[in-house]
């Protein structure tokens, strides 16, 4: 079988900007490397260039193409979500989600095209490394689809709000580091949505949007497994370096995140995905940074 090089097809996906179509080249994405249709990324390839290439020679984007709408407001600016008792809260509600879910799309493949030769010497470990963030990729272009498609339900679309460039802030802050990429994006702002996530699918059943709430359980149920490859990824760079993830997550997060880690926590959630409270619980005591709220991936 012939196979193509994987970072000129994961740019593929960043540097598409309408939403729909980088959600399906995503997912076409993952169809290909589980076909094996994609060669492993490879140290040779350097991730901050200019030009796009070959594998040796591609470079990633330090901001992936996005479209005209929605409009990006500093997170001060952003109007409150609303907590979904009127359709016009709800599709606030939604339209944040769906921003957050896009974005989060650019995350994962960024990480398995940034970082993939630089976890381990182990090809095989490379390519298992490159197997979670991929699958999490297809995970998050299916949270876009099922959180767009409640939007049109509901006679709106994404785009139509303003949002915030809070992810991606985080993904050029922690561009340069796999392991702050580790700890910021999955162990702090995907953690978070497990915080958040089921008081909002109570109220959506709620107000009777059982429909929005199943969207949100999926991505409830998913977001285990994802921060669940944050943190075994962290633990195997930390061991390598002969350290402990909690010890690297605790450093990263304090030097890389404009923020703090903010309580309340659903603990259950966490220890399902592998945390326990002494990973997360000490850097609640950090102090604000910022003055916009945490976002979530």
Same mark, same amino acid.
């Not at 990480?111 to 381990?120: T, V």
């Not at 929005?212 to 977001?223: H, Q």
């Given at each position: 079988m012939t196979t193509a090089a994987f970072i000129p097809a994961a740019i593929g996906v960043l540097l598409t900007a309408e939403p729909r179509a980088k959600a399906a080249a995503a997912r076409a994405l993952a169809a290909d490397w589980r076909a094996g249709r994609l060669a492993a990324p490879t140290l040779a390839a350097p991730t901050m260039m200019a030009t796009p290439a070959d594998d040796r020679a591609a470079a990633l984007p330090l901001r992936p193409a996005r479209p005209e709408r929605p409009v990006l407001l500093p997170p001060s600016r952003m109007p409150k979500r609303g907590r979904g008792g009127s359709v016009a809260s709800r599709v606030r509600l939604l339209h944040a989600l769906a921003h957050i879910e896009f974005n989060a799309i650019d995350l994962a493949v960024d990480?398995? +095209?940034? @970082?993939?030769?630089?976890?381990?010497a182990d090809e095989t470990v490379c390519r298992r490394f490159v197997d979670d963030w991929v699958g999490i990729a297809d995970d998050e272009a299916c949270h876009f689809g099922l959180v767009a498609d409640r939007l049109e339900a509901l006679g709106a679309a994404y785009g139509d709000l303003p949002a915030h460039d809070g992810l991606w802030e985080?993904?050029?802050a922690t561009a340069h580091d796999m392991t702050g990429r580790l700890a910021v994006v999955p162990m702090v702002l995907e953690a978070r949505g497990l915080d958040v996530t089921p008081d909002m699918i109570r109220r959506l059943d709620d107000f009777g949007d059982t429909?929005?709430?199943?969207?949100?359980?999926?991505?409830?149920?998913?977001?285990?497994?994802?921060?669940a490859a944050g943190?075994?990824?962290l633990t195997h760079v930390a061991a390598a370096r002969g350290t402990t993830?909690? +010890?690297? @997550?605790?450093?990263?997060?304090?030097?890389?995140f404009p923020g703090r880690v903010k309580p309340p926590f659903n603990a259950d959630a966490r220890a399902r995905a592998g945390m326990v409270p002494e990973d997360y619980e000490p850097l609640a005591?950090?102090?604000d940074q910022t003055a916009h709220p945490t976002p979530q991936a």
């Open positions: 990480m398995a +095209a940034r @970082f993939g030769a630089e976890i381990d985080a993904a050029m429909a929005s709430a199943d969207a949100l359980r999926v991505i409830y149920r998913d977001e285990v497994g994802h921060v943190l075994r990824w993830a909690r +010890a690297l @997550f605790h450093d990263r997060v304090r030097r890389l005591e950090m102090r």
